[in-house]
């Protein structure tokens, strides 16, 4: 049984950071691509980061570009989600997934197999 789960979310002011965690079990982080993706309240879940482990190949949704990272460690079989700069409206609940999308899926969520629960971020102003 796939299971994957998140933690890290917490409130932070804006301009700081956090870092959100991603551990699977059931399955091994490196044969497929890891998401991340989040919620803001009363919208639609919206892609964040993306990464093939296999080929390095690394996607970011233009908000996040330059302040968002994404990495795993794969002794822990944990992939990360580093965020910095906050700003308020980074305020969403945070899911991480695991799949095998082609290019043209990678960043929707039809591309994602198993997904976590979700974890609260909340940014305050």
């Known amino acids: 049984q796939v299971q994957l789960v998140e933690s890290g979310g917490e409130l932070v002011q804006a301009g700081g950071s956090l870092r959100l965690s991603c551990t699977a079990s059931g399955i091994t982080f490196g044969p497929y691509a890891t998401g991340w993706f989040r919620q803001l309240p009363g919208k639609e879940r919206e892609f964040v980061a993306a990464r093939r482990w296999a080929t390095g190949a690394t996607y970011y949704a233009d908000s996040v570009k330059g302040r968002f990272s994404i990495s795993r460690d794969t002794a822990i079989n944990t992939a990360y989600l580093q965020m910095n700069k906050l700003k308020p409206e980074d305020t969403a609940i945070y899911y991480c997934?695991?799949?095998?999308?082609?290019?043209?899926?990678?960043?929707?969520?039809?591309?994602?197999?198993?997904w976590g629960q979700g974890t609260q971020v909340t940014v305050s102003s």
């Open positions: 997934a695991a799949g095998r999308p082609i290019t043209s899926t990678i960043q929707t969520e039809r591309g994602y197999t198993y």
